[in-house]
């Protein structure tokens, strides 16, 4: 299976953005859903796992769910600020093997 | 606070075997699930494998013909190796501790490895 994100999206500061990540085939419930934000030029760090529980220390700005009926999984960030600004990454998997989708690009500006 | 540390040799010739090292501390190597993940220079994440000291290693279906993990418990390190190295390995290599075996939770800063002769 693949999972599909947006190329890019723009919001400003203050604002709410939502990530998509759609699965192509298998149900989005059957496996769990990650989320990674990646900084220009740092490591990625994990800002949801298991659909929407937050790593210790992730602000709760950062919500995750996902939606059957679009067999998809989103990544909600509220209160946007410059910070912000990354690469998105969404993940999940099935039995031996991990998918990563191709990736967001958040622009906060 | 567990921290991750990969370390290699930053230079590998075509054919060669790149190998990398993930020194962790402040937590056991022994209780978790370990990745590697790569990231070719512009491009998206590539998940490579992992493994958990019990258990038999899990690759990528397009690398597991070229790739070796292992884990030194008494070092408290985890390793890669991959064989016959082309251009296209050329990029960033990260390990990350994982949640079950199928969430990255804790990240390195990562090492580049740049394939050239």
């Known amino acids: 299976f693949m999972l599909t994100q947006p190329h890019s999206l723009s919001e400003s500061p203050g604002k709410t953005v939502t990530i998509s990540c759609t699965r192509s085939s298998g149900s989005i419930a059957s496996r769990h859903v990650q989320w990674y934000q990646q900084r220009p030029g740092s490591a990625p760090t994990t800002v949801i796992y298991e659909d929407e529980e937050r790593p210790s220390g992730v602000s709760d700005r950062f919500s995750g769910s996902i939606d059957t009926s679009s067999n998809s999984a989103s990544l909600t960030i509220s209160g946007l600020k410059t910070e912000d600004e990354a690469d998105y990454y969404c993940q999940s998997y099935d039995t031996n093997f991990w998918v990563f989708g191709g990736g967001t690009k958040l622009t906060v500006l | 606070q567990v921290q991750l540390q990969e370390s290699g040799p930053g230079l590998v010739k075509p054919s060669e075997t790149l190998s990398l090292t993930c020194t962790i501390s402040?937590?056991?190597?022994?209780?978790?699930?370990w990745a590697w993940i790569r990231q070719s220079p512009g491009k998206g994440l590539e998940w490579i494998g992992y493994?958990?000291?019990?258990?038999?290693?899990t690759y990528s279906p397009s690398l597991q013909s070229r790739v070796t993990m292992s884990l030194d418990t008494s070092k408290n390190e985890f390793s890669l190796k991959v064989l016959s190295v082309t251009a296209s390995d050329t990029g960033v290599y990260y390990c990350?501790?994982?949640?079950?075996?199928?969430?990255?939770?804790?990240w390195g800063q990562g090492t580049t490895v740049t394939v050239a002769s």
């Open positions: 402040g937590d056991s190597i022994s209780s978790y699930y």
């Open positions: 990350a501790r994982l949640r079950a075996w199928y969430a990255a939770v804790v």
């Open positions: 493994m958990q000291n019990s258990w038999r290693p």
